[in-house]
């Protein structure tokens, strides 16, 4: 009775006798009477209206689009032209050169993704994934499994680890340093460090924890920020899509200098132990001290807040989740202070939030609103 | 879409001609098709209408780099659906949620049985027999579903529909197949008795 290969037997339509001339017209009926809205008879006219008139309109300025062509062209052209002689002026280094012009990737964004030196990608389905370099690079463990890459002598190999929202990751570099990547974050690093420097290049959030190694300083590139460190512990967090960067130390010293945009005139600063420095989009710098708790606590799976804004846990939350979470301006504003364990499901902490301010929550079409009662 | 007593290819021709009378024919033939067929990936009537106007206003600036000879419904909705992703992506990108990719719009059709023309239809069994077999339908993944309208709602042939789903044409006959074959496992599991025996009855020279 069932015989898969059957079917292209009746091949015009692909609707196996089987169904029964009757079922199958039954199907056929349902589907022709399904999804056939109609615009409404105004709204269709009012929009031929709008077409039609469009067309009577182009004919008369029929030069100057072309000659508008040829002036956008000349500008890409100069403009590509000097944004080439900038960009050589500055000497970005290869590192951020390369990450650069690596294109978003494709495939599916769910899943913490390991891009190896010749491209090839491996998807690692954990969503708490711990990676170890070994052995000069050459080798490195995901998990349970063991990966090797071929190295070139002259050239660096660069690696790329992608964790999308709902992951994070623990990596292992080459060196012994240590990296906690947040959720929506990417981390680009050679496979084995150079001789005289080690240098590292961050979208989104990272912990860091640096092996000290005097001859070969440690840089992490995050926006347009350089951070030089020697043997340290430090969180940055340089999303594209908040506009400030923050750097907070936990120990040891680091060294903040603009790479390239506006700051590039301005000179290091030096940051001490307990405090951060917050880096706006114009490349203005505040340095304060913090509850460094507050900033690091992510990495052992918890948001440690104390009178921090709602609307910055939320945003943490729903990357930590990656799920939208709205909030209303009043509500954002609205501060919490405490532990909240993100081993839970993000339910579990809404609620513990809702609990503890004066918010409610619902879900609607797959997001979050929360907002005060 | 419904092009009565026009010759097709004379219509192409005068569209590649830039004549609006023949533009005018095209839309009113059209637009209903078009309308429904967005639906399909989002609800937002005014970015529809918008996706509808720019189809039409670039058929008409583009109108001498057309090919002279080509299925107009299908030449449309190829096109047509080119325009709906880019404006959906257009949208998802200024929306407030930041995709790493630009997520593709799902399918999505609820298949109804109430409107069902048919001979059989007085009976008033008949139509719980419907209504039963579009709940089971509307079980199907989006893709299915994507097929089934597309062969038989909007009347394109399979190598039509693959070319439009961006699959392959055996790729698209297998996916209706199992459609079909998912629905007569699920009502076969039914527990209604007279339904299951009347599918069996159905199902005998499978």
């Known amino acids: 009775m069932d015989n898969g290969n059957n079917y292209h037997d009746h091949e015009e339509d692909g609707m196996p006798e089987a169904s029964g001339a009757l079922q199958r017209d039954r199907m056929l009926a349902i589907v022709r009477a399904s999804g056939n809205e109609q615009l409404p008879d105004g709204e269709k006219a009012a929009l031929w209206q709008k077409i039609a008139t469009g067309m009577t309109a182009v004919p008369t300025r029929r030069w100057w689009p072309q000659l508008l062509k040829a002036a956008a062209i000349l500008l890409l052209v100069i403009s590509a032209g000097i944004w080439w002689y900038q960009s050589r002026k500055e000497s970005i280094p290869s590192l951020v050169a390369f990450a650069a012009q690596k294109q978003p990737l494709s495939g599916d964004s769910a899943l913490t993704r390991m891009i190896l030196g010749n491209n090839r990608q491996l998807v690692i389905r954990n969503n708490r994934a711990s990676i170890t370099y070994h052995g000069s690079g050459g080798s490195l463990q995901i998990d349970s499994q063991r990966v090797s890459q071929q190295l070139k002598e002259d050239k660096p190999v660069f690696n790329t680890l992608v964790v999308p929202y709902g992951n994070i990751a623990v990596l292992q570099l080459e060196d012994g340093t240590s990296v906690w990547l947040n959720a929506g974050s990417r981390l680009v690093y050679p496979a084995v460090f150079s001789k005289n420097k080690r240098e590292v290049l961050l979208e989104g959030e990272a912990y860091f924890d640096v092996q000290q190694e005097a001859a070969r300083p440690f840089s992490v590139y995050a926006a347009d920020m350089q951070v030089a460190v020697l043997g340290t512990a430090f969180n940055i967090s340089a999303y594209k899509d908040d506009n400030s960067t923050q750097i907070v130390l936990a120990s040891g010293s680091v060294q903040l200098k603009a790479f390239r945009g506006r700051g590039t005139d301005k000179a290091p600063v030096q940051l001490q132990p307990g405090h951060r420095a917050v880096i706006s989009a114009q490349a203005d710098m505040e340095v304060g001290a913090v509850d460094i708790a507050a900033f690091t606590s992510w990495k052992d799976g918890m948001i440690d807040a104390s009178h921090m804004p709602l609307s910055e846990i939320l945003k943490k939350l729903s990357r930590y989740y990656n799920q939208p979470i709205l909030t209303d301006a009043r509500s954002g504003r609205e501060t919490f202070s405490g532990k909240l364990n993100l081993k839970g499901t993000m339910n579990d902490v809404l609620d513990i939030i809702a609990a503890s301010t004066s918010g409610k929550y619902e879900e609607r079409e797959n997001k979050i609103i929360f907002r005060t009662r | ?206």
């Not at chain 2, 206003?57 to 109108?63: E, F, I, P, S």
């Not at chain 2, 659906?81 to 630009?102: P, Q």
């Not at chain 2, 097929?147 to 392959?168: D, H, P, R």
């Open chain 2, 1 to 206: 879409m419904k092009l009565s007593g026009v010759n097709e290819e004379t219509l192409w021709q005068n569209i590649r001609a830039g004549d609006q009378q023949a533009f005018s024919i095209l839309y009113e033939a059209a637009a209903d098709m078009l309308y429904a067929y967005a639906l399909r990936y989002f609800p937002d009537k005014e970015m529809i209408k918008d996706c509808i106007h720019d189809l039409f206003a670039d058929l008409y600036t583009q109108r001498q780099n057309l090919a002279p000879q080509v299925n107009i419904k299908f030449y449309l909705l190829v096109s047509f659906r080119r325009r709906l992703k880019a404006a959906h992506k257009k949208s998802s990108f200024l929306s407030l949620r930041e995709d790493m990719t630009g997520a593709e719009p799902l399918f999505q059709l609820t298949f109804e049985a109430q409107d069902v023309q048919s001979k059989l239809i007085a009976r008033e069994e008949e139509q719980a027999v419907l209504q039963r077999l579009a709940v089971e339908m509307n079980k199907l993944p989006a893709r299915q579903k994507e097929i089934l309208y597309l062969k038989y709602n909007c009347g394109l042939s399979y190598e039509e529909v693959a070319v439009l789903m961006q699959i392959t044409v055996p790729t698209c006959r297998t996916l209706a197949y199992r459609a079909i074959r998912q629905l007569r496992q699920e009502l076969h599991a039914s527990p209604v008795p007279a339904f299951g025996l009347l599918l069996l009855a159905c199902l005998k020279n499978f």
